[in-house]
């Protein structure tokens, strides 16, 4: 049997889809320290710049004192939130995004894809249809996979091919929900969202959006691609997270007050894992409100992503997406590693993208821009990929 595994990785090696996990160091702003270089980070999830922000965390840990240490800053939740990990904070937090959503209810999860594998086979069984995007992310085609659920995906952001699985198969299933990120992770492009509302209530569906990539980035408050495109109201089951531009670790599921309720009491993700502990709930309340005054790094990432795509494209580059998410298709698999560690070497944190994370074929740069760079931060990018592939 170990054979076996040695196999399969001299495969992935001979391929160049190994993946390795890689120590990273002296984080400040953009920049971060990779095998003793300083380079600019073109890989993280940290949008606004909230995480590399020594000022926000510096105001943050300004509020712990003798009294609240424990309750406001403790390192350990100790239990499930169904012993004695539960808090007022837990609470406290829910309510504030309840109420900046204007949503009935609230209920937090230990990650993206906590919720992702622990409300759909909670909500969902042998009698129901869950039709998912293609490229939906992992977590949530493993938590179709552990749900009971029937489910079908639909070609990529085709809400026509949604349409005619809807018009086949509705009258078959008690409960249908329509699942789709709003923000798809490694393309940067986006759903429609009053087009996924239209088909919900045309065929008596729930509609299950995930805004992990978009929460914080879009919308007159940074609420998301739901609140920009004015479909709040219409989503049944909105999830979104504190690990990309919240700078945090956790995440969250608007719903109403009965299916809050009914989780409570069925979600094993939920049930069976220790609460977030208390320093992340105040860290996650902290910065969600210091999120909702970010309107210039909103605005200044916009227009980095947009002179980016400039760039590639006069350089013949393609891209693809409308977001601060700019991928940069390479296609051959060890060509993308070798042009990642190329351009390592002249100062740029990228790493490649690679099947399975992405279809066959479609290896690529996912360049994810951050509201604390700067243009000439970025301006060379376009040029060094360029020459690097003519080289190689």
């Given at each position: 049997?170990?054979?076996?595994?040695?196999?399969?990785?001299?495969?992935?090696?001979?391929?160049?889809?190994?993946?390795?996990?890689?120590?990273?160091?002296?984080?400040?702003?953009c920049?971060?320290?990779?095998?003793?270089?300083?380079?600019?980070?073109?890989?993280?999830?940290?949008?606004?710049?909230?995480?590399?922000?020594?000022?926000?965390?510096?105001?943050?840990y300004?509020g712990?004192?003798?009294?609240?240490?424990?309750?406001?800053?403790?390192?350990?939740?100790?239990?499930?939130r169904?012993?004695?990990?539960?808090?007022?904070?837990?609470?406290?937090?829910?309510?504030?995004?309840?109420?900046?959503?204007?949503?009935?209810?609230?209920?937090?999860?230990n990650?993206?894809?906590?919720?992702?594998?622990?409300?759909?086979?909670?909500?969902?069984?042998?009698?129901?249809?869950?039709?998912?995007d293609?490229?939906?992310?992992?977590s949530?085609?493993?938590?179709?996979?552990?749900?009971?659920?029937?489910?079908?995906?639909?070609?990529?952001?085709?809400?026509?091919?949604?349409?005619?699985?809807?018009?086949?198969?509705?009258?078959?299933?008690?409960?249908?929900?329509?699942?789709?990120?709003?923000?798809?992770?490694?393309?940067?492009?986006?759903?429609?969202?009053?087009?996924?509302?239209?088909?919900?209530?045309?065929?008596?569906?729930l509609?299950?959006?995930?805004?992990?990539?978009?929460i914080?980035?879009?919308?007159?408050?940074?609420?998301?691609?739901?609140?920009?495109?004015?479909?709040?109201q219409?989503?049944?089951?909105?999830?979104?997270?504190?690990?990309?531009?919240?700078?945090?670790?956790?995440?969250?599921?608007?719903?109403?007050?009965?299916?809050?309720?009914?989780?409570?009491?069925?979600?094993?993700?939920?049930?069976?894992?220790?609460?977030l502990?208390?320093?992340?709930?105040?860290?996650?309340?902290?910065?969600?409100?210091?999120?909702?005054?970010?309107?210039?790094?909103?605005?200044?990432?916009?227009?980095?992503?947009?002179?980016?795509?400039?760039?590639?494209?006069?350089?013949?580059?393609?891209?693809?997406?409308?977001?601060?998410?700019?991928?940069?298709?390479?296609?051959?698999?060890?060509?993308?590693?070798?042009?990642?560690?190329?351009?390592?070497?002249?100062?740029?944190?990228i790493?490649?993208?690679?099947?399975?994370?992405?279809?066959?074929?479609?290896?690529?740069?996912?360049?994810?821009?951050?509201?604390?760079?700067?243009?000439?931060?970025?301006?060379?990018?376009?040029?060094?990929i360029?020459?690097?592939?003519?080289?190689?």
């Open positions: 049997m170990k054979g076996n595994y040695r196999q399969s990785l001299d495969s992935l090696e001979k391929s160049g889809r190994l993946r390795t996990l890689r120590p990273l160091t002296g984080r400040n702003g920049r971060i320290v990779y095998r003793g270089r300083e380079m600019l980070n073109l890989t993280s999830n940290d949008y606004l710049g909230l995480a590399g922000d020594k000022l926000v965390h510096r105001r943050f300004a712990m004192a003798e009294g609240n240490i424990l309750d406001d800053f403790g390192l350990g939740a100790a239990s499930s169904l012993l004695t990990g539960d808090s007022e904070n837990a609470h406290i937090l829910e309510e504030t995004l309840r109420h900046a959503y204007k949503k009935e209810a609230c209920l937090l999860y990650s993206g894809y906590h919720a992702n594998i622990g409300i759909l086979p909670a909500l969902l069984g042998k009698h129901d249809l869950i039709l998912s293609k490229l939906n992310h992992a949530i085609m493993d938590g179709m996979r552990l749900s009971q659920a029937h489910h079908k995906r639909y070609r990529h952001l085709d809400y026509g091919h949604l349409a005619d699985l809807l018009q086949g198969c509705r009258g078959t299933f008690e409960r249908v929900v329509i699942v789709s990120e709003s923000v798809f992770s490694m393309d940067g492009d986006v759903a429609d969202l009053a087009a996924l509302a239209a088909l919900k209530n045309q065929y008596d569906c509609l299950y959006i995930d805004e992990a990539h978009s914080g980035m879009y919308g007159r408050e940074g609420l998301g691609k739901a609140e920009e495109q004015g479909q709040l219409h989503i049944d089951l909105l999830v979104g997270t504190f690990g990309k531009a919240l700078a945090s670790v956790g995440a969250f599921l608007l719903c109403s007050a009965t299916i809050r309720n009914y989780l409570i009491n069925h979600s094993r993700s939920l049930i069976f894992t220790t609460a502990p208390p320093v992340v709930l105040s860290w996650n309340r902290y910065i969600f409100e210091e999120m909702l005054t970010c309107h210039e790094r909103r605005k200044k990432l916009r227009d980095l992503a947009a002179a980016l795509r400039r760039e590639l494209v006069g350089h013949r580059l393609q891209t693809d997406g409308s977001t601060n998410i700019v991928p940069v298709m390479i296609g051959d698999d060890r060509l993308a590693v070798t042009l990642a560690a190329a351009m390592q070497e002249r100062g740029y944190l790493f490649p993208v690679r099947p399975p994370a992405v279809p066959e074929g479609t290896a690529r740069f996912r360049l994810s821009l951050t509201a604390d760079m700067e243009w000439t931060d970025i301006a060379p990018v376009a040029s060094h360029a020459e690097l592939t003519e080289q190689l």
